[in-house]
């Protein structure tokens, strides 16, 4: 188990010297899953942004660190981790931190997260074909209603509860508000799900958090070790 100390991460007492960097895009809802982790955790990092408008993700110098062409990408010591919730899975298993306590509930939050890739991912879809991609109306017709379906299901697990899985904001909550944050650009209001509209506005009110336009940077830039949240 990774803790985490002012200068960065700790280990059995001894300090990590090389940080966690992580490749992504501004544009991306996959990006901004760990880039919100990280921010809201306060660990030190770097980002090394991706540049999808120019193609770079298909170039062989990111080809080397994601052989998939996709954002995101984490590399920490020795490792490269790739796709937004193995990145999640990680950091929460390495750091401790965003990871439930009990086991019963670190499996529901990956469970979360594996159903998120195949669900909440129309919303990202719907918005992606709404702002970046022209495609015949009968493709968005088809992926609204799974969009929608996906959202509505959110919303009714949110009921009666702060958080998706336990007692406070985890992976689960991080993996499914992240890839749903652009969905006012895909034509779905926030305010047909009010459980989504409660629960995602305790997330925002989080020190750290900022819309993935403003958090994520459009150059490289180095993040420093802050306190993190109460935890």
């Known amino acids: 188990m990774i803790a985490q100390s002012p200068n960065g991460l700790v280990e059995d ?14 544009t991306s809802s996959s990006t901004f899953k760990p ?30 660190v994601n052989r998939y062409g996709k954002v995101p990408a984490l590399q920490h010591r020795d490792l490269t981790v790739v796709d937004s919730n193995v990145i999640l899975d ?19 939050a990956r469970e979360w997260l594996a159903w998120e ?33 996906a ?22 909550d991080l993996g499914c508000w992240g890839r749903m944050v652009f969905m006012a650009e895909g034509g779905l209001q926030i305010e047909r799900w009010p459980n989504i509209v409660r629960w995602s506005g305790a997330i925002k009110a989080m020190p750290g958090y900022a819309f993935p336009y403003d958090l994520i940077p459009k150059k490289d830039q180095a993040f420093p070790a802050r306190e993190p949240i109460g935890l």
């Open 13 to 26: 007492g001894a300090e990590i010297s090389d940080r966690l960097t992580l490749f992504g895009s501004f």
């Open 35 to 64: 880039m919100l982790f990280l921010a809201l955790s306060g660990l030190p990092f770097e980002f090394r942004t991706v540049n999808l408008k120019f193609g770079r993700q298909n170039e062989p110098e990111y080809l080397a």
């Open 90 to 108: 990680y950091l929460a298993c390495t750091t401790g931190v965003f990871e439930p306590l009990s086991e019963q509930d670190r499996w529901q």
């Open 117 to 149: 890739a195949g669900n909440i991912t129309n919303v990202a879809k719907v918005r992606h074909y709404s702002q970046f991609r022209e495609v015949d109306p009968a493709v968005m017709a088809y992926f609204r209603p799974l969009a929608e379906e």
């Open 151 to 172: 959202l509505t299901f959110v919303d009714a697990a949110l009921a009666g509860r702060d958080w998706l899985v336990g007692d406070a904001l985890s992976i689960a």
